[in-house]
């Protein structure tokens, strides 16, 4: 074979005269090279070692039983790491907070102000829309069942009732899940990105302090502002369509309302606010902090933080369920 007239040769012409060498090599032919020269030798060596390695054996899989057991194990490890990096973050948060008692830490009010404005006033509006489209339908969906019966007046209980122990404050939370948990994943990733996280401790800064209290505390006080707003648009949703649908006056409403329901509903889901709050707030900066140098990552932990938030603010929720029912409240 005479390549003294091939000017260049990259690894398809080494793979092709290779495989012409290989057919005259397998039918007992000798063949000789000539005229290569010494980077086409380089080329055509590296193209000769590769084609004539063993191809590596085939990974044996185990059966499909196995793989979905070994999935399971594998989503449970990560769960518990997430549980631990959970505490842990909860410790740093705790000490912060000791800090600021102690007089080594500086409590930040201008940043609580600029947080709780972002976190708590400006999803007012969406906050009542969602909640009073939410009152609205179990009140029209109430009255339709009730009506069987001739009990309309009971759709009142049904809707205070629900709304202010649960549906309320867990419609609420899961939109803050959304809306805030989401925001704070990626304004902490994002500084994570640009390491301006690295900056603050160079400066001898705590990065728990400065970034994530203001954003729990405003989030600790600005769920339940939330949740009563939540809690009265849906009463009114619900007010409204037992008006238009049952014949109920609002005035009529209201009025069965303060005497059947009892003031700890409300006090019941007002209870348990301040605790998912600190859920959402923890799991979006853990998250946050979690993102690494890509954008690709700074989206996979913004998903995660909010499908772990609102996962863990109905465990929770079913929790305090679970010991209200236990305390008979």
Known sequence: MD?????????????LAH???KGFADKGVPVERVGLSEAATVIYGEVAEGLSAPLPARPVLPPPVIQALQKVGEQAVGARDDFMA????LGEVVMAVGSLFTGTGRFRVPAVITQLDHIAFRAVPIIMLITFVIGAIIAQQGIFFFRRFGADSYVVDLVSILTMREIGVLIVSIMVAGRTGSAFTAEIGSMKMRE??????VMGLNPIEVLVLP?????????PLLTIIGDLSALMGGAIVSQVYGQL???LFFSRMQEEVGRRHIWI??????????????VACVEGLRVQGSA???????????VKAIFLVIVVDAVFAVFFAAIDQ
């Open 3 to 15: 390549f003294s007239a091939v000017e260049r040769l990259d690894t398809l012409g080494g793979t």
């Open 19 to 21: 495989t012409i060498e």
């Open 86 to 89: 959970l505490l842990s973050f």
């Open 196 to 201: 301006e996280i690295d900056a603050l401790r």
């Open 215 to 223: 954003r729990l505390i405003a989030l600790i006080i600005g769920l």
């Open 249 to 251: 006056p609002i005035e």
């Open 269 to 282: 889901g007002l209870a348990k606010a301040p605790f998912m709050a600190l859920i959402i707030g923890l």
């Open 296 to 306: 690709e990552s700074l989206g996979r932990q913004t998903t995660a933080s909010v």
